[in-house]
């Protein structure tokens, strides 16, 4: 059955038609019955995110989501010749419980597999994937004049941080996760950060993002210090919110989705203020999510508008930030590769996979038994070079 339909919805719609529970699909029950009934991801069963990443914007337990609409016309996605890859794809897709790869060479799709009882019509979550369409929205909204400097103090632009530590931040050290500002990031930790900023309280017309940094400490002088931080980039969907007067979904359908030709609808969830929670939780197609790898290849042109400002990939997509791992760095919300390619990364083993030199885009979902699970993720780089040494075979002269 594919996913696209709401699984909530067919529970709702055969109870309406009479009928009986055991004349569902057995899998389409066993995905129902395992539908999460608390608010944190990070510690459901795995037989809850199998069911739940798929229709994270119609669980009930969940805040509202908003529409990212698309265009009329999809991007298209020609079949190319399948790449010759060294790796088992069924048993390396198994062990990684991967739900969709999509890998594009030179504008052409080379391999294109589900898995989970997923297709291509479904959206899956993209957890902190969603954080590099963040980033780049900050592009967007400086090309469009919304936001004046990188250089800005954070605080121009969200009043609601004036008076807290993240005074004398700018939105560089921001977008680089270099503010100072001390962070737990722990996802086994029910007391981390991580764990408890979505549900904090929010202060009168603060957005409970807001709310919940301002009271954070300082650990280090802005731009000295890398430690990642979901909630930071919480804030600069906030900010992109503040300086463009446009929701961050809509922005980001005006900008991309809609002109770039994305295929279907995708969602974003949002927080308790009614804001999209800019560092996780956005819903699309895997087709789609290699068409936001194939915008950024293209230098961020959609619809043939430039939408971001000149340099910026070039800037973004570079180490910024130095995270300790010989060979590799942090951007503007991308991880970066001293070889040049960069990745968009989520928990549980989402992913969009970057090299401008080989003109390739993996695009992965999945659904690790783990949040972070550190053997996948060395298969995960390890698979990535087996593309790359593909793709690198194919363009070789014949002797």
């Known amino acids: 059955m594919k996913t696209k339909i709401l699984l909530v919805a067919m529970l709702v719609v055969a109870v309406a038609l009479g009928l009986s529970w055991a004349l569902l699909p057995r899998d389409t029950r066993n995905l129902i019955a395992n539908m999460p009934k608390d608010t944190n991801v990070l510690f459901w069963s795995q037989a809850q995110r199998d069911a ?41 897709m198994q062990h990684q419980r991967t739900a969709g790869i999509v890998i594009i060479h030179d504008g052409k799709v ?70 100072g500002v001390r962070w737990n990031e722990d996802y086994t930790d029910r007391n981390s950060d991580v764990a408890r900023f979505n549900n904090a309280k929010p202060e009168d017309g603060l957005d409970v993002t807001v709310s919940y940094m301002r009271h954070l400490p300082r650990e280090a002088e802005p731009g000295t210090k890398w430690v990642y931080k979901t909630g930071e980039t919480n804030l600069i969907g906030i900010l992109v919110e503040e300086a463009s007067g446009k929701k961050l979904a809509d922005y980001l359908a005006e900008k991309v989705w809609k002109p770039f030709g994305m295929e279907g609808d995708a969602s974003w969830l949002l927080n308790s203020a009614g804001n999209e929670i800019s560092g996780c939780c956005l819903q699309a197609r895997t087709r789609d999510f290699a068409r936001f790898g194939l915008f950024i290849l293209g230098g961020g042109v959609a619809g043939g508008q430039q939408v971001l400002p000149d340099g910026w990939l070039a800037e973004a997509t570079v180490k910024q930030a130095d995270i300790g791992v010989p060979g590799r760095g942090y951007g503007f919300q991308w991880w970066t590769n001293d070889d040049g390619s960069f990745a968009a990364q989520g928990i549980f083993g989402q992913g969009i996979f970057i090299d401008p030199a080989r003109k390739l885009v993996i695009a992965t979902n999945g659904d690790w038994p783990t949040a972070q699970d550190q053997e996948r993720a060395a298969e995960r780089e390890a698979f990535y070079k087996a593309v790359q040494r593909a793709v690198d075979a194919r363009a070789a002269p014949a002797e």
């Open 52 to 92: 739940a990443f798929r229709a994270m914007d119609a669980l009930p337990v969940l805040a509202k989501a908003r529409t990212i609409e698309a265009g009329g016309k999809a991007y298209p996605l020609p079949q190319g010749d399948p790449l010759a890859i060294d790796t088992d794809i069924d048993a390396y």
């Open 110 to 179: 080379v391999l294109e597999k589900y898995g989970l009882g997923f297709d291509g019509e479904g959206k899956w979550t993209s957890f902190s994937v969603a954080k590099s369409l963040t980033s780049t929205m900050v592009g967007a909204a400086v090309k469009d004049g919304y936001i004046k400097s990188l250089d800005d103090d954070v605080t121009v632009y969200i009043k609601g941080l004036k008076g807290s530590a993240y005074e004398g931040v700018t939105v560089r050290q921001l977008l680089t996760m270099t503010s």
